[in-house]
């Protein structure tokens, strides 16, 4: 599906952008993965990228993140460049990674897996314990086993708690469905607006664009590493055809 951008006129009182991707190119090796994109995350929002598989939304979060570099273009965050910036560095600047595939450390506790995620401070401070916790009452019931044993919804709060330990201003989620039941989907959706509430914006990336649409404040579509349609999340829900390449019809 190829789509015309949909350009959106900044309003009066629009929030301060937190993000902002200008003309972004990245690449492995002789493969160009990301084509000159642009994408805005404003204060506050929740902002979801979609995509089907290869499209670039991962690519898309790691440059952000610091663990890609981009071939040329520009990440601000709080309008600093911050392209070029160590990722462990990125995370003290307050943004926050929850990886595909979740990446816990299978070895070590629900515990030491959150106290990992708090680095940045040396150590875990009892209250964002005690926040992950409320957040997700699962890992409180099973902070002494082994994050391994975990199921896949379990091991999916654990990576999204970890993130939120460094205390983000931006929390980055990459494919948090990705393989879970319908009641554990909706039961993470519903915790991810809350942590929104709460005031942690997010950039989204997902497959299940319904979810998604029905949850973000816009929405941006990447197609082979180019952003073909943004816009306001309910009018790309009701768009016929985004309907028709990501909703089923």
Partial sequence: MTVAVETEAPTATAAPALLELVDLHVGYGAITALKGIDLTVRQGEVVALLGANGAGKSTTLRTISGLLQPVSGEVRYGGERIDGVPAHQVVSLGIGHSPEGR???ADMTVLENLRMGAYRFGK?????????FALFPRLAERRRQAAGTLSGGEQQMLAMGRALMGRPDLLLLDEPSMGLAPIIVAQLFDIIREINTQGTTVLLVEQN???????????????TGTITVHGPATDLLHDPRIREAYLGG
Avoid: T
């Fill in 103 to 105: 990446r816990v450390f």
């Fill in 124 to 132: 875990a401070d009892p209250a964002d314990l005690d926040r992950v």
């Fill in 209 to 223: 664009a319904a979810q998604a649409l029905a949850l973000a404040d816009r929405a941006y579509v990447l197609e």
